[in-house]
């Protein structure tokens, strides 16, 4: 055990987040399993990590502080604990860091005595059972409980002076108490009452007592849910941040200082984990209103004072990560069906974050920061490019005609469901004045500034989906689960799953990465990965039911505007929540599939439930009801594909597209049914022959939009068996639809999605496409003549790219041609020319036509190699030494190829004119005869000193082999 430890340790130093990560875990898991073999390794360990601790993570501090408190606090094989020396090390060592004034230090010894509390006050099997009356003031702490408590008055007093060190108290103790192990009871309910004291000292108010005099801005009680109770309590949001601008309310109560409105929500989240078990003296929080500016000062926000502004933003902020941590707290009461201040609190928040986008608009200050609401070492600064780009991209172009236009055309039209319920297009249209802002802040940027969701608030997504829920009225609300609120609760879930798939993902031990903390997902690494993944699984079928509800509407929404996709009424303001959610289900299922366990058979049993689930509620429960043999996993899948297939015809946004296409990729993978193929080929091309447009009624268009374009034509393609014969279809409709492309907004007739400005995607996924089939077609060819074949089709589709890249010639598509031919002549060059010698005489034919083909390809690489020159373009010039590398040896083969079979008067060599990518003689390279009368075309050019070829060709044959084969009547054309 020394040694593996001791070669952990060596590890350590590498500095690598993954690596230091798994020798954490490594030494956590030993230590849990194997403690007499650890304990007499804690000198050891504990040198160690003092020195490198500090450079560590939150996270990695809590789990080696975790480790080494274990190892001081438990009892070895007889019992008996022998580590009373190192506890003391600890201790000192905690308290030493805890005084100390540099903040890094000052957070490794608020984390280390948050972890001696946690191993002091845990309770033994024994101890657990022991109960203690709440309702007795006077009930005394035991020693343990006494000791534990005398660390809780040192961080008290440590952290109440900064903000940032409270939160990261709050913070982590609450973490420690939601992983739900058993605690000394007398020091929890001591604990518990002087945290609800300080609390309610800080932060609430008697609603009676509420008095709006003296205030920077006008405040009002909002968002109250229980006026029918005579005593109501409110929480002191708005003046708390006045007087905190103002320097007041640094008063001393009950030994406690009043805390500061940033610690408002770590705070709450600690008194819910004291009172976990029991959260009826709380519950009042759910429904008591908060003391908010009014709604008037909100209208007149543009005409604030910037400090009137900061209080209102600032407040703002507060009351979303208050709403936060009330559903967080909460969210259970779904289960009792007893949710619908859940759902009203959830809407609230929607209410806010559109009053923070449209303050934040105006705002004096363009590079606002929030209060925080997490430790301030693991929160970045927000990225203000983004929103500079975007308001930039705002002045070029004016998308706010077709939302008008759609609300004076869509006005009276009514859209029928399938439901008992209409959907009324009329109640989707907003008010003119409430058009999509273009310069709307991107809250994407303040994400670490609001306080995570837990993975209870999946609860609310088992409510039922409501299209149109009631509008806001007076800041009151109805509770109703909208488009709206199931697009902010799939946001986070879409994050939260990301978080746990892709959370092993490999990184190089060569590479160096700082270890940072990431933000926001507390809540998931208190539950495995697998059970995360189960609960999201339960969650499918009310999900597929909101999916096929959402279905319906659009299916209506298309009906209403004769099937035109671009037509006013489909880019209704409300539509655009509603098509966000189609992507963020659709996109859901595709992280949930790229599990990588799913690939193992130990996972068998939840991968065919995740399957079972993907169908809507009320056919899950009539297949549960029907005495039916169940599907093997092939069955399943086959079965889900054709269920997901039909959602492609209301797919409206190509993220949601490419997700659906995802999907079915994924699934076809676990197995190899032919049908899957063609399903998901034709999924592709109806969506590659099909105009995308944005939100806002614009053609899609940039990276994002190309890269997902090329990733359907790529698909598309590798789901046919002959992926050769297909790209000689394609270039042949291709070179003839090519001409009609002159100006950037022209497309393909037949790949409306192609574009002359994104052409060079097409290019490189049918040369990258010709080469994986080349190579594949070559592997299962069983004869020389089936290699010709293939050498047949792959230099014809390259010729006609050729013929197509002469009409098309921007810098971009000759790059992507250049760099896709290198690879392709290659290969030619390895293996072509050994097929072409060998059936030279044989097949003197189709062999002529390769080389009269491969000639006009590698004449125009040869012209553009020459403009190159010219033009001193830096990244074709990177091309040239590969590519005249491979032509050369070209000329080399094909002479050789021609002298071993006895035609040598077949090959002659003269000097070739240097023409440029237009087929112009270069005036530079001129002969000095000027004799350039004879100037042709270059596949005119091609095709003469092809056909010579062949005539030599044939005369030698027939010369040389008496008994060889005739081709007299044979044509190279």
């Known amino acids: 055990c020394k040694w593996i430890v001791d070669e952990l340790l060596v590890l350590l130093g590498t500095g690598n987040k993954s690596t230091i990560e798994n020798v954490l875990n490594i030494l956590t898991e030993l230590t849990e399993k194997r403690i007499d073999k650890v304990q007499p390794l804690a000198t050891r360990l504990m040198y160690v990590f003092m020195n490198k601790v500090h450079d560590f993570s939150t996270k990695d501090i809590a789990q080696v502080l975790d480790m080494l408190c274990k190892i001081a606090y438990s009892e070895g094989p007889d019992g008996i604990n022998n580590c009373s020396v190192f506890q003391d090390e600890i201790n000192i060592f905690v308290q030493k860091e805890l005084c100390s004034l540099n903040i890094v230090s000052q957070r490794v010894g608020i984390i280390g005595a948050i972890m001696l509390i946690k191993h002091i006050v845990l309770l033994s099997p024994d101890e657990e059972s022991i109960s203690i009356d709440r309702s007795n003031d006077d009930i005394l702490l035991t020693k343990k409980a006494k000791e534990a408590y005398s660390l809780i008055e040192l961080l008290v007093t440590r952290t109440q002076s900064d903000t940032d060190s409270q939160i990261l108290f709050f913070d982590q103790f609450s973490l420690m108490l939601f992983h739900g192990l058993p605690f000394d009871k007398t020091f929890m309910y001591a604990v518990s009452s002087v945290m609800k004291k300080n609390f309610q000292y800080s932060f609430l108010i008697a609603a009676n007592d509420f008095n709006n005099e003296n205030c920077l801005v006008d405040c009002s009680l909002t968002f109250c849910l229980d006026k029918e109770l005579d005593e109501i309590i409110a929480v002191n949001l708005c003046p708390k941040v006045i007087g905190e601008m103002k320097k007041l309310d640094n008063a001393i109560v009950m030994g406690l200082q009043s805390c500061h409105s940033n610690a408002l929500t770590s705070m709450f989240r600690l008194v819910r984990g004291l009172e976990r078990e029991d959260l009826t003296e709380i519950d009042a929080l759910l429904g008591c209103p908060l003391v908010m500016p009014t709604s008037k000062t909100i209208d007149e926000f543009e005409m604030l004072s910037p400090e009137q502004q900061s209080v209102v933003i600032h407040t703002l902020f507060h009351a979303v990560n208050w709403f936060h941590e009330v559903i967080n707290c909460f969210s259970y009461l779904i289960k009792h069906k007893n949710g619908d201040k859940v759902l009203i609190r959830l809407r609230t928040i929607i209410y806010l974050i559109k009053t923070i986008k449209k303050c934040l608009s105006v705002m004096y200050e363009p590079e606002y920061i929030p209060p925080f609401c997490y430790y301030g070492l693991n929160v970045e600064k927000p990225n203000f490019s983004k929103n500079k780009k975007k308001s930039s991209k705002s002045k070029k172009k004016n998308t706010n005609a077709k939302v008008k236009k759609t609300v004076n055309e869509k006005k009276n039209v009514s859209l029928e469901s399938t439901n008992s319920s209409n959907f009324n297009v009329t109640n989707l249209v907003e008010d003119e004045n409430d058009d999509i802002l273009e310069n709307e802040v991107d809250l994407s940027i303040y994400n670490h500034y609001f306080r995570e969701l837990d993975i209870d608030t999946w609860l609310i997504l088992t409510q039922k989906f409501v299209v149109n829920p009631d509008p806001e009225q007076n800041e009151e609300f109805t509770p109703e689960l909208g488009p709206s609120e199931l697009r902010y609760l799939m946001e986070d879930v879409l994050q939260k799953l990301e978080h746990v798939v892709f959370k092993n993902k490999k990184i190089s031990p060569l590479v160096k990465i700082k270890p940072k903390d990431i933000v926001g997902f507390s809540s998931v690494s208190l539950v495995p990965t697998k059970t995360i993944l189960r609960n999201f699984i339960k969650l499918l079928p009310y999900l597929f039911t909101d999916l096929e509800i959402l279905s319906e509407f659009f299916k209506n929404l298309l009906m209403s505007n004769d099937n035109i996709l671009d037509a006013p009424g489909m880019f209704m303001a409300e539509s655009c929540d509603m098509k966000h959610c189609v992507g963020l289900i659709l996109k859901s299922l595709v992280v949930l599939f790229q599990w990588n366990d799913f690939e193992s058979s130990n996972t068998d049993d939840l991968f065919k439930n995740a399957l079972k689930k993907i169908t809507n509620r009320t056919d899950l429960s009539s297949q549960s009801t029907q005495f039916k043999r169940p599907l093997c996993k092939k069955g399943l899948i086959s079965d889900k594909i054709k269920y997901l297939k039909e959602f492609q015809d209301i797919v409206l946004h190509l993220d949601a597209a490419v997700s659906l296409v995802n999907i ?310």
């Open 664 to 973: 079915i990729q994924i699934l076809k993978n676990f197995t190899d049914e032919p049908e899957n193929d063609v399903i998901l080929r034709d999924t592709c091309w109806n969506f590659l022959t099909r105009q995308w447009y944005s939100m806002n009624g614009l053609e899609e268009n940039g990276q994002k939009y190309n890269d997902q374009i090329k990733f359907l034509l790529e698909i598309y393609l590798q789901c046919h068996t002959d992926k050769l014969k297909k790209l000689v279809e394609m270039v042949d409709w291709l070179e003839e639809e090519v001409l009609g492309m002159e100006t950037k907004t022209d497309k393909l007739k037949t790949l409306p999605t192609i574009k002359k400005i994104n052409f060079k995607i097409l290019i490189k996924v049918i040369l990258n496409t010709l080469l994986e089939s080349v190579k594949k077609d070559l592997k299962a060819a069983e004869s020389e003549l089936d290699r010709l074949i293939v050498w047949q089709s792959a230099i014809y589709v390259m010729e006609k790219i050729v013929q197509t890249i002469k009409k098309q010639d921007s810098r971009d598509n000759l790059l992507i041609f250049v760099k896709g031919s290198i690879l392709l002549l290659k290969l030619f060059l390895a293996e072509g020319m050994t097929v072409c010698q060998n059936l030279f005489k044989v097949r003197t034919k189709e062999v002529s036509k390769v080389l009269k083909n491969l000639q006009v390809i590698t004449r125009y690489i040869q012209n553009i190699c020459n403009y190159t020159k010219v033009v001193k373009d830096n990244a074709l010039s990177n091309c040239l030494p590969n590519i005249r590398g491979i032509l050369e040896a070209l000329i080399l083969k094909v002479k050789n190829v021609i002298v071993m079979n006895g035609c040598t008067d077949a090959l002659f060599m003269g000097t070739m004119k240097n023409m440029d990518i237009k087929g112009d003689e270069i005036m530079s390279q001129n002969d000095s005869d000027g004799d350039d009368d004879d100037d042709d075309e270059d596949d005119d050019e091609d095709k003469t000193e092809a056909n010579d070829l062949i005539q030599l060709l044939r005369s030698d044959n027939s010369s040389n082999d008496e008994d060889g084969d005739s081709d007299n009547n044979s044509s190279i054309l």
